[in-house]
C-alpha cells in the first residue's frame, strides 16, 4: 500500500453494507474537502478497507491487519470500497 498519513474510523455495530457505505463517504468527503483545506490544487488518493470484529478477528492488532489487507485489495478497483 503507498505511504502516505492514516487515520482509523472505529464504529459499533454496523454491517458490512454499512461499513462499505460509510467508506465510500469518507474517501468521498476527503477527497472533496483536502484540496480546498490546503488551499491548493492537490492530487488526493484515498485508500480505505475495513474490518469487522468478529469475523475478520477479534483483536485489535488483526482487525488493523485486516483493514489493511482490504484496502490494499481495493487498490486495483479505485473507487469500491473494501
Do not use: H, N
Not at 454499512?18 to 474517501?27: D, S, Y
Amino acid at each position: 500500500m503507498p505511504e502516505g498519513d492514516s487515520f482509523s474510523v472505529f464504529v459499533k455495530s454496523m454491517g458490512r453494507e454499512q461499513r462499505v457505505a460509510l467508506l465510500e463517504r469518507l474517501r468521498t468527503a476527503v477527497a472533496a474537502e483536502l484540496p480546498e483545506f490546503l488551499d491548493k490544487t492537490a492530487v488526493v488518493d484515498v485508500i480505505a478497507g475495513g474490518a469487522t470484529y468478529g469475523v475478520e478477528g477479534s483483536e485489535a492488532g488483526a482487525l488493523v491487519q485486516a483493514a489493511r489487507t482490504a484496502a490494499t485489495l481495493a487498490l486495483p478497483q479505485r473507487g469500491r470500497a473494501a
